[in-house]
């Protein structure tokens, strides 16, 4: 899984990831005047640092002596450790994607009706790069690993086509939060994301808000009834004009705003 690499193979992948989209951003870009260090290139950087190294870490340690010690009484039987492993290869990594692709959008579905607060920390980027995709509240990751860390529990964490997939799906994720503009004509749109569609995901227009939950396959959104996905580009990102004005500049104070709008509605209630 993407949130349970190693700390040092996850920093790696991201220094690599960020040299590859320098240039791959620059051939296609969806907004031209996006520039590759953008305003909050340095929030989002700082954000990505603290929950590789500080928030995995811990989180992975407290699931491995809390949640898998428990699962591991109740899952006896995991699908990708017995069975799965002895399907072909390509068979095997469509599968896992297709498992962890269904998780991705039920999790991401789930943060925007009941997570709000924290999931947009992730929505309130104005300039979408592949960056954009490791913007994520301390929360809202921690979320995101217990989601993804159950489900592949129940596959099966072994076998060479699980770990090929959490590659794959961590790769299209920088590419569908890319500044590319890339769009798949029919019927293709229907079947995998772009970067097009996910940017519809991120824009203000009312008629995008809770819409292109998936990772990758976009048919999950046209069965759920959340697909969206207009011709044009959207006419900007980020949250409503009046949540967006509400967004601290600093990384820390930005981190801690939902914690404490939470903190003043329960101590309002009592
Ligand atoms: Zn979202
Ligand atoms: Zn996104």
């Known amino acids: 899984m993407a949130y349970l690499v190693d700390a040092e193979d996850f920093a790696l992948g991201l220094v690599v990831a960020g040299i590859i989209c320098l240039f791959v951003e620059r051939i296609r870009p969806a907004e031209k ?17 603290l929950n590789a190294l500080a928030v995995l870490p811990l989180l992975t340690f407290l699931i491995s002596i809390s949640i ?31 498992i962890m692709d269904m ?29 954009t995709s490791l ?10 690993l217990l989601f993804d860390t159950m489900v592949l529990y129940f596959l099966g964490f072994g076998g060479q086509g699980i770990a ?14 890319a500044n590319l503009n890339v769009k798949f004509r029919k019927p293709l749109c229907y079947v995998l994301a772009s970067p097009h569609y996910h940017r519809w995901h991120h ?3 009312k008629s995008a808000y809770d819409k292109n939950f998936c990772g990758i ?25 009046r949540d ?3 967004v601290p500049a600093g990384l820390f104070a930005h981190i801690l705003h939902p914690i404490k709008k939470d903190l003043r509605k329960i101590f309002r209630k009592k």
């Open 203 to 205: 824009a203000t227009d």
């Open 68 to 98: 898998i010690e428990l699962l591991k009484n109740y899952v006896p039987y995991q699908m990708f450790d017995e069975t799965l492993r002895h399907l072909p290869l390509a068979l095997q990594i469509l599968l896992a994607l297709l």
């Open 164 to 177: 090929a997939a959490i590659v794959i799906a961590q790769v299209y994720n920088y590419f569908t939060h």
């Open 135 to 144: 913007r994520l509240h301390p929360v809202d990751y921690a979320v995101a």
């Open 244 to 246: 967006q004005k509400e």
């Open 33 to 49: 005047n996006t520039q590759y260090f953008k305003k909050d290139f340095r929030k989002e950087l700082g954000l990505a640092v």
């Open 103 to 131: 998780s991705t959008y039920w999790r991401h579905r789930f943060t925007h009706n009941y997570m709000w607060q924290y999931h947009a920390f992730h929505h309130s980027a104005e300039e979408i790069t592949w960056l």
């Open 217 to 241: 396959f976009s048919f999950l959104d046209v069965i759920f009834g959340t697909y969206h996905h207009p011709e044009e580009l959207p006419q900007a990102y980020g949250l409503s004009p």
